[in-house]
Each structure stands twice: as structure tokens, then as C-alpha cells.
């Protein structure tokens, strides 16, 4: 199987069934997928799904992409106000490696969250 095929057949499986998805771990292998050269930018729906779950993964993948995951990085302030605690703690660690000097620009400019994020990194200061 191509990476590609199995990244549609996970991404598929999430968005059928979250919960099961999140229970039995396969989030893991979704971030293998990444690893292998899947656009960082294949995040941006789960990122933005309103299921938190699904969130969930995708702050996973997220975080453990580290800087790899800079190009979404307006997409994962918006976890920091999700309703599951997972999906924020990984949005916090996407912030804290990512949302550096220009990308922290688009925080300030066009993400509804800018001030939750204000409050979560009130103890370092921005160069703006």
C-alpha cells in the first residue's frame, strides 16, 4: 500500500469513527504517514473539525511534527479552546515550538483566540 493510500484510508477512518480511531491508537500511524512526507497541510481539516476527537488527532500529529508543523500553525491556536484538554495541551506545545517572530503575526491579525493565547504565553514576551 502507498502512503498515500494509507493515509486516505486513515484519515477515512478517523472521520468514520473518531472514538474507535483515538482507542485503538491509530493516531500513531497517521503521524508515521507524516513522517514518510505527507503534507503538513493534510492537518488543516482535522485541525478545523468540529468533532473534538478528531481535533485531538491532529493536535497529536501536530506536536509531534514539532517545527514540521509551523505551516499550520494558525490552525492549531484555535485548539487552544477546545472543549477536549488533549487537543490543548498539544496546541500549547505546537505554540511554545512553533509561534515564533513572523508566524505568531497571524495570531494577532486573524485568529479569533489571540487572546486566550495572550493569557497562555503571558510569561514570555513578543517581538512584534
Not at 494509507?6 to 482507542?23: G, I, T, W
Not at 468533532?51 to 500529529?61: E, H, I, K, N, S
Not at 499550520?72 to 472543549?83: E, I, Q, R, Y
Amino acid at each position: 500500500m502507498s502512503s498515500d493510500d494509507e493515509a486516505n484510508d486513515l484519515l477515512h477512518e478517523l472521520s468514520v469513527n473518531p472514538r474507535k480511531f483515538d482507542e485503538q491508537g491509530r493516531g500513531y500511524q497517521l503521524l508515521q504517514v507524516f513522517f514518510r512526507g505527507l503534507p503538513v497541510e493534510t492537518l488543516r481539516p482535522l485541525l478545523q473539525d468540529p468533532d473534538p476527537l478528531v481535533q485531538r488527532t491532529g493536535g497529536f500529529v501536530a506536536s509531534e511534527l514539532g517545527r514540521n508543523a509551523a505551516a499550520v500553525v494558525c490552525d492549531v491556536v484555535a485548539l487552544l479552546t477546545s472543549s477536549d484538554i488533549h487537543a490543548q495541551n498539544s496546541a500549547m506545545e505546537v505554540l511554545t515550538v512553533c509561534g515564533v517572530g513572523e508566524r505568531l503575526g497571524c495570531l494577532r491579525t486573524s485568529c479569533a483566540s489571540w487572546k486566550v493565547t495572550t493569557v497562555a504565553f503571558g510569561c514570555r514576551r513578543w517581538t512584534w
